[in-house]
């Protein structure tokens, strides 16, 4: 009777076959048994995986021709591309998997500060104001104004709307000295202060029919020019975590090194158009104005320059904080990309809350997963959601007196005080954090320190109990691997994760133990 073998992967290393009708020790043929090298791949497939996975590229002809005459791949060619630019490029691709960081679709700048031009016609004008300096929304008329004129006059349009001339002027999106363009004159305007007092670089002065878009229209944008300053930051973002993997630094310096770049795009964002913003807002600043290199918007220069002690590398960096716009979805992000610890319902599901509790940590069903995520967002408790502002403690106290005494007696509160205070109670359970920075509603004794402590300090809770080193192992060996690890690897990346703590928390001596090891070259 022909006897059908089934094989199994065991240990990441040997097959164990199975028999119908036979017993573990007693084979019918010991012909029939596995070899346990079946699926190791031969020397010059690993070089190509090697290749592929530390690289992002195939190997050349002249690194096949040299395992001709060797076993296996040298270890000095795996350390070579492990301190090559192209590892550096292929792991910084390999955290987009963890940050996503698309926020193209963000458009920082308001309406109001958006240029539009109609088909045909070559005039720059503003929709979102144009009712405000002509009664209509229209453009103006398609006649030069005198340069010496520093007066706008208008002229009616015979339908209750007014219009003025142009203006040539040469945009700061615009290379070539000689292109100038057509702008609405109202629109050309560059005084930085209005007659009444109001700062035209701001929401308000986008409202005021003394103020335009400024010297070279610094304070609007047009067509795709905000695209240049997102992609700018999700750029910046990734050189960070390049000069981490490149100068090969504890694996913690992504969360403490407090280095950071910026170049034309971001520079002329942060001096020019923050206070014209639409959703997102990057006031109050987390860095010192002064503190910013200007550069021209064209200027695709990158510039070093070191952040305040307060932010945590990439946690509180400009792209997190947008692609991730609440302190929670911050906090989940981190849970799930570096401690592999998703917030997800328990397989027989969650009880129906009877009633709504405000405080999420009590709300029945709902305390499942808030009772430690509420507690983990309070680390971002001090960084603007919907935004990436820095809140310093001097200027926004747990508890603010303005924001109490609005909360309190119905006056009306301020702008910082209806952003980041609690100035209405919806409930009574609410009412005894009135006037308190939202970061500390609802917060228990021993979660206070979380606010005034950041980001860093959840990272290294992850590095004290040994979650992150180990999530940072099963992460790499998963992507090493192309597949999922499950209990059988569970001793392996323990060991890995032992290890990758041993090494200083060096991110290249885990990809190489785990790429050097048996388990690498038999799942190819």
């Not at 029919?209 to 930051?233: F, K, Q």
């Not at 808030?370 to 967002?377: F, Y």
């Not at 320190?449 to 992850?462: D, F, I, Q, T, Y």
Request: proline share 7%; glycine share 8%; aromatic share 12%.
């Amino acid at each position: 009777m022909m006897l059908r073998k089934t094989c199994g992967l065991v240990l990441g290393a040997w097959l164990v076959c199975f028999f119908p009708g036979s017993t573990s020790g007693s084979l019918p043929n010991a012909d029939l048994v596995c070899p346990p090298d079946i699926l190791k791949v031969d020397k010059y497939q690993v070089l190509r995986a090697l290749s592929l996975d530390l690289r992002g590229t195939i190997p050349t002809l002249d690194e096949y021709a040299l395992l001709d005459e060797l076993d296996d791949v040298p270890e000095w060619l795996l350390d070579d591309w492990l301190d090559g630019d192209e590892f550096v490029e292929q792991t910084v691709r390999n955290f987009r998997e963890i940050f996503w960081p698309n926020i193209t679709n963000f458009p920082l700048t308001n309406f109001r500060a958006a240029f539009s031009r109609e088909p045909g016609s070559l005039l720059y004008w503003r929709k979102g104001v144009a009712a405000t300096y002509r009664n209509k929304v229209i453009p103006c008329r398609d006649d030069k104004v005198d340069p010496d004129n520093t007066e706008i006059e208008t002229v009616a349009d015979g339908s209750g709307g007014v219009q003025e001339g142009y203006r040539w002027i040469l945009p700061y999106w615009e290379s070539n000295p000689t292109k100038k363009v057509k702008v609405c004159a109202f629109d050309a305007q560059e005084a930085l202060v209005s007659p009444t007092a109001t700062p035209c670089g701001t929401l308000e002065g986008q409202k005021d029919p003394a103020c335009g878009c400024g010297p070279d229209l610094r304070w609007c944008r047009y067509g795709g020019t905000y695209l240049a300053i997102n992609r700018s930051m999700a750029e910046a973002f990734e050189k960070r975590i390049g000069a981490v993997i490149g100068d090969d630094l504890p694996y913690m310096a992504l969360f403490e090194d407090n280095r950071a770049w910026i170049n034309g795009p971001i520079s002329f964002f942060l001096h020019n158009q923050v206070g014209v913003p639409r959703i997102n807002r990057f006031t109050p600043r987390a860095l010192p104005l002064e503190d910013i290199p200007v550069l021209d918007f064209l200027d695709d220069t990158w510039v070093e320059i070191t952040l305040p002690d307060y932010h945590a590398g990439l946690l509180t960096d400009p792209m997190y904080l947008l692609r991730f716009q609440t302190n929670r979805s911050r906090a989940n992000r981190f849970y799930n990309g570096f401690l592999c610890e998703p917030f997800e319902a328990p397989e027989k599901g969650i009880a129906l809350a009877s009633t709504l509790h405000p405080d999420l940590q009590q709300r029945e069903g709902c305390d499942y997963c808030h009772g430690r995520l509420e507690p983990a967002a309070a680390f971002w408790g001090r960084w603007g959601e919907t935004g990436a502002g820095y809140l310093n403690p001097v200027d926004f106290p747990p508890l603010r007196a303005d924001c109490e005494i609005c909360a309190l007696t119905g006056q009306l509160c301020g702008d910082e005080c209806k952003r980041f205070y609690l100035v209405n109670a919806v409930s009574p359970a609410e009412e005894p954090y009135l006037g308190m920075l939202n970061s500390y509603v609802f917060r228990y004794d021993g979660h206070m320190k979380n606010v005034e402590a950041g980001p860093r300090l959840l990272a290294m809770k992850g590095v004290v109990d040994h979650r992150l080193p180990r999530c940072v192992a099963n992460r790499a060996a998963e992507q090493l691997f192309g597949r999922s690890t499950d209990v059988v690897d569970k001793e392996w990346i323990d060991t890995l994760a032992v290890d990758f703590a041993a090494s200083n928390y060096s991110y290249r001596s885990l990809v190489k133990q785990i790429v050097m090891s048996d388990a690498y070259r038999r799942l190819r």
